[in-house]
């Protein structure tokens, strides 16, 4: 068994062989694109076994503000081929510990969104913190599905459908216009210098975020392969003062929308009017509801008066925040202040 760096020449055997989380269709093309970000700084790490891939430490160097320092944070997860999962060698701890020496050495961060066993064995074995649950919101769009919830008659739910629903589509369109006069919502094919700007100006408020410049925009949201986002930004005439990144329903039974990402500078009427365009866009496009996950809890009013309910964390599932810091430049108390962090869903991806 061997640990090292991964390498161009285990595209083919990482997606063929080991095919981390169902990335079997995204091909090699995907992992050339997450390499073009900052690739001096890439510290992922495979396991080989007979010329394959049989381990993966997937990480991807992300630069966040940290206080008045941009510092490459390590975002990522950890996959090992079922056949290798129980095996003496233990894959899983020398992944690790080869990315927590390359990120010792580079005074960097760690973080992800692990499955709880994950996290558990992250946190005995190698000091990391689980700091924080991100908020999970959901707005229904049609509310059919919640109706047969509630009552099992199939019949009855479907008269009570029929007749609700138009009630509640006035109340989700409901013009939304006369709360910013000037403002306009506008599709977004390419992020330019105003977003630069925006991201000037707007992450001054936290503490703790990555990076959302243009350049980073532009490679996150439009150059993926395979992968296309609908973006929507907020502007007047001197300025863009906000945006939202949806991913939509497509071809799923459940046909939920995603928030992916959600950026603005914390004007209440903004991200209201941002919002309201989602919702809009999601019903066109069909969809049953809507998944947004906000750490920051200044966002929770607006969401709640638009119509999003939140669930209570579930520890079962990925949505605890791991981290591990190794940078000495960093505070503790402000690394690990669960507040200082704001994460969206984009966050919680792999990228």
């Known amino acids: 068994m061997d640990i090292r760096p991964l390498q161009a020449k285990d595209y083919e055997s990482l997606t063929n062989h080991l095919n981390p989380w169902n990335y079997q269709k995204k091909g090699v093309a995907y992992f050339e694109w997450l390499a073009r970000l900052n690739p001096s700084e890439n510290i992922s790490m495979a396991a080989i076994a007979d010329d394959r891939v049989v381990g993966y430490y997937g990480t991807i160097p992300?630069?966040?503000?940290?206080?008045?320092?941009?510092?490459?944070?390590y975002r990522g997860g950890v996959f090992i081929h079922p056949d290798h999962r129980k095996r003496k060698d233990n894959i899983l701890n020398a992944l690790v510990s080869a990315v927590e020496r390359e990120s010792k050495k580079r005074n960097a961060v760690v973080c992800g969104f692990p499955i709880p066993k994950l996290a558990k064995y992250l946190e005995k074995n190698f000091g990391a913190a689980s700091l924080k649950p991100i908020s999970h919101y959901i707005f229904i769009l049609k509310i059919g599905p919640s109706i047969e919830s509630i009552f099992k008659n199939v019949r009855i739910s479907r008269i009570l459908a029929r007749v609700l629903q138009p009630l509640w589509n006035l109340w989700i369109h409901r013009d939304t216009e006369k709360d910013l006069p000037g403002i306009k919502i506008v599709p977004i094919h390419s992020f330019d210098k105003s977003f630069d700007l925006l991201w000037e100006k707007a992450s001054l408020a936290r503490s703790i975020l990555s990076m959302r410049n243009a350049e980073y925009l532009n490679w996150r949201y439009l150059e993926e392969p395979g992968q296309r986002y609908t973006i929507f930004a907020?502007?007047?005439?001197?300025?863009?003062?906000?945006?939202?990144?949806?991913?939509?329903?497509?071809?799923?039974?459940e046909k939920k929308g995603q928030v992916i990402d959600l950026f603005d500078t914390r004007d209440p009427a903004v991200t209201k009017r941002l919002l309201d365009q989602a919702m809009n866009y999601f019903k066109a496009k069909g969809a049953a509801c809507v998944e947004c996950y906000l750490s920051d809890d200044f966002y929770e009013k607006t969401l709640r008066s638009i119509g999003f309910y939140k669930l209570r964390p579930r520890p079962e599932r990925s949505e605890f925040l791991v981290a591990k810091l190794y940078s000495p430049d960093i505070q503790d108390k402000v690394f690990y202040d669960p507040r200082s962090w704001f994460l969206t869903r984009t966050d919680m991806l792999f990228a």
């Not at 992300?62 to 944070?73: C, E, H, N, Q, S």
């Not at 907020?234 to 039974?253: C, F, H, M, T, W």
């Open 62 to 73: 992300v630069p966040f503000k940290i206080g008045d320092r941009t510092v490459i944070v």
């Open 234 to 253: 907020a502007k007047n005439e001197r300025e863009v003062l906000g945006y939202v990144i949806l991913k939509d329903p497509g071809s799923s039974q």
